[in-house]
């Protein structure tokens, strides 16, 4: 089988299309998509757990550290010990943190109302579907303790 048509290859190709798109949009305003991304999953009003951003946008620990760090020294961020338990570091939005997160919303918002605009809604909804169908597979594969890439069946070879 052709890498061309491996699932996995159009949902990689096609992520990157996208990344590259938002880097495009994100550049002259000093951002990148993945600085969006965790601008966007910060609470306006309460902050966020540090904890809790990476997983929810499967960013790796230290990747998120080196990105707070940075987006603390732009004054974008700043960081608040948890009143109550120590050991917990509220991750808050400063009013420019607050635009920039604007601004990525912004773009979230106008390349879905493209999608929106320029896909019938019948094959959105069959998209995702099945992209939802494949991310459970992934899943439960992922989650099978005895999982390893040898529990998938190939039926050919893939040529890559």
Do not use: C
């Not at 990148?32 to 910060?42: D, E, Q």
């Not at 960013?59 to 004054?75: F, Q, W």
């Not at 990525?104 to 999608?115: D, M």
């Not at 605009?117 to 989650?143: A, G, H, R």
């Amino acid at each position: 089988m052709k890498k061309e048509k491996t699932i996995d290859f159009h949902i990689k190709w096609t992520w990157h299309a996208i990344s590259r798109m938002y880097n495009i949009y994100a550049a002259p305003s000093d951002m990148t998509m993945s600085i969006g991304y965790v601008l966007l999953n910060i609470d306006q009003e309460k902050g966020t757990p540090a904890t809790k951003i990476g997983p929810s946008i499967g960013m790796e620990p230290r990747s998120l550290t080196r990105m707070l760090k940075s987006l603390e020294e732009k004054g974008w961020i700043y960081r608040e010990t948890d009143a109550e338990d120590k050991r917990f570091v509220n991750v808050f939005l400063t009013e420019l943190g607050k635009s920039k997160r604007n601004f990525a919303r912004e773009g979230v918002i106008a390349f879905n109302k493209k999608i929106h605009e320029s896909i019938p809604m019948e094959k959105l909804s069959v998209f995702y579907s099945v992209i939802n169908d494949i991310k459970e597979i992934v899943e439960t594969q992922t989650n099978d303790s005895k999982a390893t890439i040898n529990g998938f069946k190939a039926t050919e070879e893939v040529e890559v």
